[in-house]
């Protein structure tokens, strides 16, 4: 559909532990809220939309990552997910496959790599189509230094050890 | 025949009705619908409640709600429900939040959505329109939305498809948690349900209710949820089951007081056994003879009927009082018979009437209790004889009931007191405030406010339809009614930014008028200036050249295409929306033209919605008014119906007495009794209901048997003891049996119950004072109830051959000189 994957730059903030806010800054500007099983996105002069998260398996694996991981609800990720741990403390991989038939028809897997207490890529892998990466902390500023010369998927394998 | 023989027959015979009722059990039809118990309907608002809708579009809905767990365990719980139900034909539609997207476009109609969708109304399709479109694609694809949206995209770049799901969705829709609808609090999980059928089909809603819960069962497990249900149908079905329960709790006290009553008054156990026989005998024919000749047997004549045939009760009664040692009991009904067969017949000419009422539940009723009453009067005749006690106690040998009886004769016979009791009532029935008539049938089967309040909270935050208020527009055809209701749209849109309405639903929401849809088919752009405007648009954007050909080729579909009309959208879920909004006639001569309906929600200014409707050339219906116009005109029927049917009743009893007197102590006391029960009724401010004429008519036949075994006893002083023995034996069962009724908390048995229980007693008392002969106790023979001779009976007239034909001119009783003075011929008198 695109000539080039799409690239866009905002911030993740969690005003409480039950809302999760998804901030859209470049190339435009869009707020997405995510709280109670819902996702609402507002943009400017236009009417906000709201649908189930089960509906957009991209939030799936936010939620996973940031509602039970920051939350350290280890008990709650290994409820949803089958978790395949690999690699150090400098630098780790989880691999989160879906139990959920539901989730699972349209998520393959959720892998997150990080460095020490830093999460820096999520990428959610859909059954159809192609991966879709979340860089996060030293990956995302990583990133938006390179430009639109930033390999994606080159950063978000990266421990960020490395470019130091 | 020895005593273990006769109970031997007896219990055949009970036997026989068990299996005869099984039997009949198996091919009655019970059907619930209630238009079978309305007249025609005339008015158009009439026709359209009756014809057509059934109800209102609100009251085929059902509104459940799901509380008392965790927000995403109800909402799982609000899923599985949905998916269920929507997998039970008798709902037309679930709704619960849940696809609320792009499943709620079949894709049959997807190429036509630029027909559908009001978006380029005001709006070209043209590259300055598309090139916003497709900035706020891109932002889609870089948003969680992505995942939605990509599919979508290369034929509908406009995402046109989202805009007609979201036109769609209910207006004032409450909010989602977890993908379904919750309240404003976020505690009940919200679901709504419609019927296939009416609210008004009890047997239906009543399975559409056991559906729910048996899929709410299912769905919550242990989860401690709780389901909670209103919408009219959810109410009937409620209010239903607690008539039934308190019915059969009241029926069941009744039966053990009057097997205990029965074995008190003739000291036999087999005297329950022996009464119940011909009542048993009388409900199963009356059944049986609606089986047979009409396609369903109504609800409510099964109710109404056995109402009516608890008379039949009284003749085994009469029958068990007079037989005593020294009278064959053959001969015993044979001299019962006249008394007995004169009020059968009288009552049986009454119900005839209900024949000619135009109503098929009257019909019924007639059907039921003239053969139940025959039954029971053949029952009594033929069948009691063989089965009872040849000699038991002689009833007028007991020294209370004589004692009793002398306290009665020492009464003063009522003449001009009885003149200012009819006075008195009268002027209770003037005087009386309020209404005469109760036309809201509702007020019947009240729903318990907290039920109300539960169901106008639910019905706010859904936005469901209002049940009573709906807008009608009519047109030649259905896309003329379609053209009529998009009209009035911009109206009522104003109406809702004013405030006046929380919002509305019409056909034409779904399904616009074919030219409409023309003038947008016009609007369309052709291929060439499409791809144009496209390539313009898409200079410049991450797009691929070719992502968008399949768009190409929808629009020009949707610009060449046949306009959609209502019989295109079989088969999809639009279709049962779109029919309950646009009923169209069969296409018969009778039946032309369509009608459009508007199903409004938090209606706050009826007037503002009245003239809005009225400046398109619609009407705003007030069910309300239809239905209680209906009960109206019904009542009339009725009303109508028992005039003649008094006229004839007085007409035939008459004929089987042929004197005045006679006729007059007869039927007075059972007018007076009327007068009576409508003035007790009126001066406490009931207002009256067809339960209280169908109650009146019961205590008009009983007041009849009454005064006419009183009549029938004449003036052995023995006779007047046994008949003294049934009557109150009679009375004090129907009193007891309604009272018990008239103690109930729903009103329709408070109705039936208070009435006849008032009507008995007066009956009673007036029966005793007005219709009973004086005692000449010195001119009794032993045998005192002449019994005709076996030839004279076979005659077999209507004609009274009681005793006190017979026996030489007697002097006029003393008390009865007065009655002389009044010119009459004085009752009792030979000719």
Redesign the interface.
């Given at each position: 559909?695109?000539?080039?994957p799409?690239r866009?730059e905002g911030e993740y903030a969690r005003p409480d532990d039950e809302t999760l806010v998804?901030e859209?800054r470049a190339p435009?500007a869009?707020t997405?809220t995510?709280r109670?099983?819902?996702?609402t996105?507002a943009?400017e002069g236009r009417r906000p939309?709201?649908?189930?998260?089960?509906?957009?398996?991209?939030?799936a694996g936010?939620q996973a990552s940031f509602g039970a991981l920051l939350a350290g609800d280890a008990a709650a990720l290994e409820r949803d997910y089958r978790i395949e741990s690999s690699g150090r403390r400098e630098d780790w991989t989880l691999v989160l496959v879906p139990r959920g038939e539901a989730l699972a028809a349209?998520v393959r897997d959720i892998t997150l790599r990080g460095r020490g207490a830093e999460l820096r890529c999520i990428e959610t892998r859909?059954v159809d189509?192609e991966p879709?990466r979340t860089l996060l902390a030293g990956a995302a500023r990583a990133a938006i230094a390179a430009g639109d010369a930033a390999d994606d998927a080159a950063l978000c394998r990266e421990t960020g050890i490395a470019t130091r | 025949m020895t005593p273990a023989r006769r109970t031997a027959l007896a219990l055949l015979w009970l036997a026989a009705l068990l299996v005869a009722g099984w039997v009949v059990g198996q091919r009655l039809e019970l059907s619930g619908d209630l238009r079978r118990f309305m007249p025609e309907p005339r008015t158009p608002a009439q026709k359209l409640l009756v014809d057509e809708l059934g109800d209102g579009p609100g009251s085929r809905l059902l509104l459940l709600s799901l509380s008392g767990a965790g927000a995403d365990v109800l909402a799982g719980q609000s899923r599985a429900l949905a998916a269920t139900l929507a997998a039970n034909p008798d709902f037309e539609f679930v709704a619960n939040g849940i696809d609320a997207g792009l499943d709620a476009v079949p894709e049959s109609l997807r190429p036509y959505r630029y027909l559908l969708s009001p978006t380029l109304d005001g709006q070209r399709l043209d590259a300055d329109y598309l090139g916003e479109q497709l900035d706020e694609r891109l932002q889609d694809l870089g948003s969680p939305m992505a995942g939605l949206v990509e599919p979508l995209l290369p034929a509908d770049p406009t995402l046109e498809m989202l805009a007609l799901a979201e036109a769609w969705l209910p207006k004032a829709a409450p909010q989602r948690l977890h993908g379904v609808w919750f309240d404003a609090d976020g505690a009940e999980a919200l679901l709504l349900a419609q019927t296939g059928a009416a609210g008004f089909d009890p047997t239906a809603q009543q399975r559409a209710y056991d559906a729910v819960h048996a899929a709410f069962a299912e769905a919550s497990g242990d989860s401690g949820a709780q389901l909670r249900m209103t919408g009219p149908g959810a109410f009937s079905v409620e209010i239903g089951g607690r008539t039934a329960r308190e019915a059969q709790w009241i029926g069941s006290i009744d039966s053990i007081a009057l097997v205990l009553l029965l074995l008190v008054a003739y000291r036999s156990w087999r005297a329950p056994l022996l009464g119940v026989l011909p009542l048993a005998t009388a409900g199963l024919a009356g059944l049986g003879a609606v089986a047979l000749a009409f396609e369903a047997v109504h609800g409510i004549t099964v109710a109404f009927g056995f109402t009516l045939i608890g008379v039949v009760q009284d003749y085994p009664i009469h029958f068990l009082s007079q037989q005593r040692a020294g009278i064959d009991p053959r001969d015993n009904v044979r001299a019962l018979w006249p008394a007995l067969v004169t009020g059968v017949v009288a009552t049986c000419i009454a119900y005839l009437t209900f024949l000619f009422s135009g109503v098929d539940g009257l019909r019924q009723l007639a059907v039921f209790t003239i053969s139940a009453l025959a039954a029971a009067a053949f029952a009594t005749r033929f069948g009691l004889p063989a089965l009872v006690d040849p000699a038991p106690r002689d009833l007028a040998t007991s020294p209370r009931l004589q004692a009793l009886w002398r306290g009665i004769e020492r009464l003063p016979r009522p003449r001009w007191s009885l003149l200012l009791l009819a006075a008195a009532c009268v002027a209770v029935l003037m005087a009386a405030r309020g209404p005469f008539w109760e036309n809201d049938l509702s007020k019947l089967t009240p729903v318990p406010e907290e039920g109300m309040a539960l169901d106008a909270r639910l019905r706010q935050e859904l936005g469901a339809p209002d049940v009573r208020y709906v807008v009608v527009l009519r047109g030649d055809d259905a896309d003329a009614a379609l053209a009529a209701t998009e009209a009035l749209h911009p109206r009522l849109d104003v109406l809702v930014a004013e405030g006046a309405l929380g919002g509305y639903d019409s056909a034409a929401r779904y399904l616009p008028p074919v030219a409409t849809q023309r003038a947008r088919q016009r609007a369309l752009p052709t291929p060439g200036q499409l791809r144009t405007a496209l390539a313009e648009a898409m200079a410049g954007t991450p797009f691929r050249e070719d992502a968008f050909a399949p768009f190409l080729a929808d629009v020009e579909r949707a610009r060449t295409a046949e306009p959609l009309r209502p019989a295109d959208l079989a088969g999809t879920p639009l279709a049962a929306t779109v029919d309950s909004l646009l009923l169209q006639g069969d296409g018969s001569v009778a039946e032309q033209g369509a009608t459009a309906l508007v199903s409004l929600s938090g209606l706050a200014d009826i007037d503002a919605v009245a003239r809005a409707a009225a400046a398109a050339g619609g009407d705003l219906l007030d069910m309300k008014a239809a239905s209680e116009s209906l009960v109206a005109e019904y009542r009339g029927r009725v009303l109508a119906a028992l005039a003649v049917a008094a006229l004839l009743l007085a007409a035939t009893v008459w004929i089987a007495l042929r004197t005045p007197g006679r006729v007059a102590r007869v039927l007075l006391p059972m007018a007076l009794t009327t007068l009576v029960v409508l003035a007790v009724l009126r001066g406490f401010g009931i207002e009256l209901n067809l339960f209280h004429l169908v109650a009146l008519i019961l205590a008009a036949g009983l007041g009849l048997d009454y005064a006419l075994f009183f009549e029938h006893a004449g003036d052995r002083r023995d006779d007047q003891l046994r008949t003294l023995h049934a009557v109150l034996v009679c009375s004090l069962m129907t009193a007891l049996v309604f009272s018990l009724l008239a103690l109930s908390s729903i009103p329709v048995l408070r109705a039936i119950g208070s009435t006849v229980a008032i009507g008995v007693v007066s009956n009673f008392v007036l029966a005793l004072l007005v219709s009973r002969h004086a005692a000449v106790p010195q001119a009794s023979p032993p045998s005192a109830l002449r019994a005709p001779s076996p030839a004279e009976a076979g005659e077999g007239t209507l004609q009274d051959r009681d005793a006190k034909e017979q026996p030489a001119p007697l002097p006029p009783p003393a008390g009865e000189g007065a009655r002389r003075a009044d010119g009459g011929n004085p009752a009792g008198q030979p000719r």
């Amino acid at each position: 559909m695109l000539k080039a994957p799409l690239r866009i730059e905002g911030e993740y903030a969690r005003p409480d532990d039950e809302t999760l806010v998804r901030e859209v800054r470049a190339p435009y500007a869009e707020t997405t809220t995510i709280r109670g099983g819902e996702a609402t996105i507002a943009r400017e002069g236009r009417r906000p939309r709201s649908f189930a998260l089960s509906r957009a398996p991209e939030l799936a694996g936010l939620q996973a990552s940031f509602g039970a991981l920051l939350a350290g609800d280890a008990a709650a990720l290994e409820r949803d997910y089958r978790i395949e741990s690999s690699g150090r403390r400098e630098d780790w991989t989880l691999v989160l496959v879906p139990r959920g038939e539901a989730l699972a028809a349209s998520v393959r897997d959720i892998t997150l790599r990080g460095r020490g207490a830093e999460l820096r890529c999520i990428e959610t892998r859909p059954v159809d189509g192609e991966p879709q990466r979340t860089l996060l902390a030293g990956a995302a500023r990583a990133a938006i230094a390179a430009g639109d010369a930033a390999d994606d998927a080159a950063l978000c394998r990266e421990t960020g050890i490395a470019t130091r | 025949m020895t005593p273990a023989r006769r109970t031997a027959l007896a219990l055949l015979w009970l036997a026989a009705l068990l299996v005869a009722g099984w039997v009949v059990g198996q091919r009655l039809e019970l059907s619930g619908d209630l238009r079978r118990f309305m007249p025609e309907p005339r008015t158009p608002a009439q026709k359209l409640l009756v014809d057509e809708l059934g109800d209102g579009p609100g009251s085929r809905l059902l509104l459940l709600s799901l509380s008392g767990a965790g927000a995403d365990v109800l909402a799982g719980q609000s899923r599985a429900l949905a998916a269920t139900l929507a997998a039970n034909p008798d709902f037309e539609f679930v709704a619960n939040g849940i696809d609320a997207g792009l499943d709620a476009v079949p894709e049959s109609l997807r190429p036509y959505r630029y027909l559908l969708s009001p978006t380029l109304d005001g709006q070209r399709l043209d590259a300055d329109y598309l090139g916003e479109q497709l900035d706020e694609r891109l932002q889609d694809l870089g948003s969680p939305m992505a995942g939605l949206v990509e599919p979508l995209l290369p034929a509908d770049p406009t995402l046109e498809m989202l805009a007609l799901a979201e036109a769609w969705l209910p207006k004032a829709a409450p909010q989602r948690l977890h993908g379904v609808w919750f309240d404003a609090d976020g505690a009940e999980a919200l679901l709504l349900a419609q019927t296939g059928a009416a609210g008004f089909d009890p047997t239906a809603q009543q399975r559409a209710y056991d559906a729910v819960h048996a899929a709410f069962a299912e769905a919550s497990g242990d989860s401690g949820a709780q389901l909670r249900m209103t919408g009219p149908g959810a109410f009937s079905v409620e209010i239903g089951g607690r008539t039934a329960r308190e019915a059969q709790w009241i029926g069941s006290i009744d039966s053990i007081a009057l097997v205990l009553l029965l074995l008190v008054a003739y000291r036999s156990w087999r005297a329950p056994l022996l009464g119940v026989l011909p009542l048993a005998t009388a409900g199963l024919a009356g059944l049986g003879a609606v089986a047979l000749a009409f396609e369903a047997v109504h609800g409510i004549t099964v109710a109404f009927g056995f109402t009516l045939i608890g008379v039949v009760q009284d003749y085994p009664i009469h029958f068990l009082s007079q037989q005593r040692a020294g009278i064959d009991p053959r001969d015993n009904v044979r001299a019962l018979w006249p008394a007995l067969v004169t009020g059968v017949v009288a009552t049986c000419i009454a119900y005839l009437t209900f024949l000619f009422s135009g109503v098929d539940g009257l019909r019924q009723l007639a059907v039921f209790t003239i053969s139940a009453l025959a039954a029971a009067a053949f029952a009594t005749r033929f069948g009691l004889p063989a089965l009872v006690d040849p000699a038991p106690r002689d009833l007028a040998t007991s020294p209370r009931l004589q004692a009793l009886w002398r306290g009665i004769e020492r009464l003063p016979r009522p003449r001009w007191s009885l003149l200012l009791l009819a006075a008195a009532c009268v002027a209770v029935l003037m005087a009386a405030r309020g209404p005469f008539w109760e036309n809201d049938l509702s007020k019947l089967t009240p729903v318990p406010e907290e039920g109300m309040a539960l169901d106008a909270r639910l019905r706010q935050e859904l936005g469901a339809p209002d049940v009573r208020y709906v807008v009608v527009l009519r047109g030649d055809d259905a896309d003329a009614a379609l053209a009529a209701t998009e009209a009035l749209h911009p109206r009522l849109d104003v109406l809702v930014a004013e405030g006046a309405l929380g919002g509305y639903d019409s056909a034409a929401r779904y399904l616009p008028p074919v030219a409409t849809q023309r003038a947008r088919q016009r609007a369309l752009p052709t291929p060439g200036q499409l791809r144009t405007a496209l390539a313009e648009a898409m200079a410049g954007t991450p797009f691929r050249e070719d992502a968008f050909a399949p768009f190409l080729a929808d629009v020009e579909r949707a610009r060449t295409a046949e306009p959609l009309r209502p019989a295109d959208l079989a088969g999809t879920p639009l279709a049962a929306t779109v029919d309950s909004l646009l009923l169209q006639g069969d296409g018969s001569v009778a039946e032309q033209g369509a009608t459009a309906l508007v199903s409004l929600s938090g209606l706050a200014d009826i007037d503002a919605v009245a003239r809005a409707a009225a400046a398109a050339g619609g009407d705003l219906l007030d069910m309300k008014a239809a239905s209680e116009s209906l009960v109206a005109e019904y009542r009339g029927r009725v009303l109508a119906a028992l005039a003649v049917a008094a006229l004839l009743l007085a007409a035939t009893v008459w004929i089987a007495l042929r004197t005045p007197g006679r006729v007059a102590r007869v039927l007075l006391p059972m007018a007076l009794t009327t007068l009576v029960v409508l003035a007790v009724l009126r001066g406490f401010g009931i207002e009256l209901n067809l339960f209280h004429l169908v109650a009146l008519i019961l205590a008009a036949g009983l007041g009849l048997d009454y005064a006419l075994f009183f009549e029938h006893a004449g003036d052995r002083r023995d006779d007047q003891l046994r008949t003294l023995h049934a009557v109150l034996v009679c009375s004090l069962m129907t009193a007891l049996v309604f009272s018990l009724l008239a103690l109930s908390s729903i009103p329709v048995l408070r109705a039936i119950g208070s009435t006849v229980a008032i009507g008995v007693v007066s009956n009673f008392v007036l029966a005793l004072l007005v219709s009973r002969h004086a005692a000449v106790p010195q001119a009794s023979p032993p045998s005192a109830l002449r019994a005709p001779s076996p030839a004279e009976a076979g005659e077999g007239t209507l004609q009274d051959r009681d005793a006190k034909e017979q026996p030489a001119p007697l002097p006029p009783p003393a008390g009865e000189g007065a009655r002389r003075a009044d010119g009459g011929n004085p009752a009792g008198q030979p000719r």
